[in-house]
């Protein structure tokens, strides 16, 4: 249990404490920068700070605590109980430097805990009057596996030490919930129950001195991971669960600086909660919702009600409708920021059979981390929408339609964003352009112009009133999730309430320069997708028309790249009239990419059409990211001739189209060079 704080006084004169102060890598207890000069001059006035916490110390003793201030660094032991409370005192002039706490384990342990706390300053107004901090002020004060993941992941997005409050809160606001609890799944079963992963080899590598080394190190905690999820799925789910129980890793509830009643934004599940000062409250997500009610306890935030359907479809073998249903249960807190915590959603996944005719079945634990974006981390409208200006706005569901679709085939069409341009004032509200795209049975794109009308409700939600009667309410968040910022948009339409998370696109561009096109860009590295490790995927523009598109994955997790596990696919491209970069891939009849002889073959030869993508330039920022709509279409040319009915149908045949947006990097070389076959 944590030391309380009537107490704390009396226990920092006790023996089991050993506290010292140090500059840089000296061990003497006095700092260079607090000596009395020998002009006579007063020392500089100083501040200090009691810090109280628990380090996850598993079975291992003699385990220290170290904080790092700006350049100084104080030691304490850990008692028995995993306990600990230091003194930390510093220069007044040096209140801006930032806390990071460690735990310091036997070495040959390879065991290293981290916790990033924040400045001094802000350390010292959390922890009030009597200056001493605890976790119920603050919950970085314990020291634990998945404050390390957190503080690791920080560091990465940081492209080093986090040594700045402004630097933790740009990082902060980029995170990936996901990756932090993956990392500190791993890490918890390396100081639990290491020997599962010793015996299989995937413990600690060679590579890394310690566990906060190797959680730093992107694509090496990428393999790691994936290798231990991999080998060990139950142990894997298991410790989540474990860790979601663990009062001591994480918080039943937010510091007492924060309220919990509030509206929470959490991208990582595609969901919005709603808690209510009176208990009540609601949770969307991206096809139904739900009101709920919520308790307060020791043991977390415990939801009755949340029960939402997460996708639906119809079994055929069953010859019954299925819904794929997730109840969250409970929800507890790791760490928070001024406009969005951190939390872990204990949830189960069932499957549900709506017309009865089956019970219930396939209770699965979904116990995960989640970024949840509070309410006053919603911009507002004004801050991110300039009236006049063309922006591509995320929907929920596919306006349009499919126009004489192919029966046989019952082609699909998806639009993840639409064109939208607003006129009028911020204060009365006023027209605004939507562009609807629809498609043909052929594959052919066209375009409806509509007019609908736009509003602002508190000046955070803009609301948009489609000539359908659908409603639309965008909300603009201060996250950003590899780079691109998010929106999140409620749909209404009589009864039902949907709600999705997804990027917005601001038309800054004037579009493609041919003789600019030619190039290499890449559209995901290492650094953008944890779970896969050695995941590239690049496209080549020739400046013959000819394209390449390169796609490698780490399949079976051995840390290299090997042959099978590298496809590259031939192609043409070429400028189309919209100004729009047009890429081809074709098939041959017996499987097997081909270049045809024109750009359009006729469905006779053996060489046809099966894949289109168009790249409409949105912006291009200073790094060369290109942020585009891109439009992807799937076409089942080659079902004419097997199709008897489909023999005497000109051009060709659709099965998908998918409009959405995509940022891809222009790079000077190949990021990976490609073994040869």
């Not at 639906?312 to 299925?322: G, H, I, L, R, T």
Request: net charge negative.
């Amino acid at each position: 249990m944590m030391y309380r704080k009537f107490l704390s006084r009396f226990l920092l004169l006790g023996c089991i404490l050993f506290l010292s102060a140090c500059s840089g890598g000296g061990g003497s207890s006095s700092k260079d920068s607090d000596k009395v000069p020998d002009s006579g001059e007063q020392p500089e006035n100083t501040v200090s700070l009691t810090i109280q916490g628990y380090v996850e110390t598993a079975s291992y003793t003699g385990v220290e605590v170290k904080f790092h201030v700006g350049e100084s660094y104080f030691h304490g032991l850990v008692d028995a109980f995993g306990n600990y409370s230091i003194n930390i005192e510093v220069d007044e002039s040096r209140i801006h430097s930032f806390v990071k706490g460690e735990a310091i384990f036997p070495s040959e342990s390879g065991i290293r805990l981290v916790s990033l706390l924040g400045s001094v300053e802000s350390l010292i107004e959390k922890a009030g009057e009597d200056q001493i901090l605890v976790r119920s002020e603050l919950l970085d004060v314990n020291i634990t596996s998945l404050s390390t993941a957190l503080s690791a992941v920080l560091e990465i997005n940081n492209n080093g030490p986090v040594k700045s409050s402004s630097q933790f809160d740009l990082a902060y606001h980029s995170m990936e919930a996901s990756v932090v609890f993956a990392i500190a799944t791993y890490v918890k079963i390396l100081i639990d129950n290491p020997l599962p992963l010793e015996e299989a080899g995937i413990a600690l590598p060679e590579e890394a001195a310690d566990t906060y080394e190797l959680a730093t190190n992107y694509s090496l905690a990428s393999l790691y991971v994936a290798r231990a999820s991999e080998n060990f799925p139950d142990l894997f789910e298991k410790t989540k669960k474990n860790i979601s129980r663990d009062i001591n890793l994480l918080a039943s509830s937010p510091s007492e600086h924060s309220p919990i009643a509030d509206t929470y934004y959490l991208p990582s599940i595609g969901m919005r909660l709603v808690l209510r000062e009176d208990g009540t409250g609601e949770v969307n997500g991206v096809m139904d919702y739900a009101a709920i009610t919520w308790l307060q306890t020791n043991d977390g935030i415990l939801l009755e009600g949340a029960d939402l359907i997460e996708s639906s479809y119809y079994d055929e073998f069953n010859s019954a409708y299925e819904e794929i249903h997730l109840i969250i249960n409970k929800i507890n807190w790791l760490s928070e920021n001024s406009i969005a915590d951190s939390i872990v959603i204990e949830a189960m996944e069932y499957t549900h059979y709506p017309d009865g005719q089956y019970q219930d079945n396939e209770f699965l634990d979904r116990t995960n981390m989640s970024f949840a974006i509070r309410s006053s981390g919603v911009v507002p409208v004004s801050g991110a929408i300039e009236l006049g200006k063309l922006y591509s706005l995320p929907v929920v569901t596919t306006p349009g339609e499919i126009i004489d679709p192919i029966v046989e085939i019952s082609p699909q069409h998806i639009v993840r964003a639409l064109d939208m341009q607003f006129h009028g004032k911020y204060e009365s509200g006023g027209s605004v352009d939507i562009t609807i795209p629809e498609i043909s049975g052929n594959g052919e794109l066209s375009e409806v112009d509509l007019s609908g009308l736009w509003y602002l409700e508190d000046n955070y939600q803009l609301v948009v009133e489609m000539p359908s009667g659908l409603k639309l309410t965008y909300m603009f968040l201060d996250y950003k999730y590899r780079n691109l910022t998010w929106v999140f948009i409620l749909e209404e339409t009589g009864e039902s309430k949907r709600v999705k998370f997804y990027t917005d696109f601001v038309q800054d561009s004037t579009g493609w320069k041919e003789d600019e096109i030619a190039g290499i860009y890449q559209v995901s590295g290492p650094m953008q997708n944890f779970r896969w490790p050695s995941d590239y995927y690049w496209f080549e523009l020739n400046a013959d028309g000819t394209v390449e598109v390169v796609s490698m994955f780490d399949s079976n997790l051995s840390g290299s790249l090997e042959e099978n596990e590298i496809n590259t696919y031939p192609g043409l491209w070429k400028l189309n009239g919209n100004n729009n970069v047009t890429i081809r891939h074709y098939l041959k009849r017996d499987g097997g990419f081909c270049i045809p002889d024109s750009w359009d073959p006729t469905s006779i030869e053996s060489c046809h059409l099966y894949r289109e993508r168009e790249w409409g330039i949105y912006n291009i920022s200073k790094s060369s990211n290109f942020r585009m709509k891109k439009k992807l279409r799937i076409f089942d040319d080659y079902r004419r001739d097997i199709i008897p009915d489909l023999s005497d149908i000109g051009g060709h045949l659709l099965r998908s189209s998918l409009i959405y947006h995509s940022e891809m990097k222009k790079i000077a070389e190949r990021p990976i060079k490609i073994p040869q076959k």
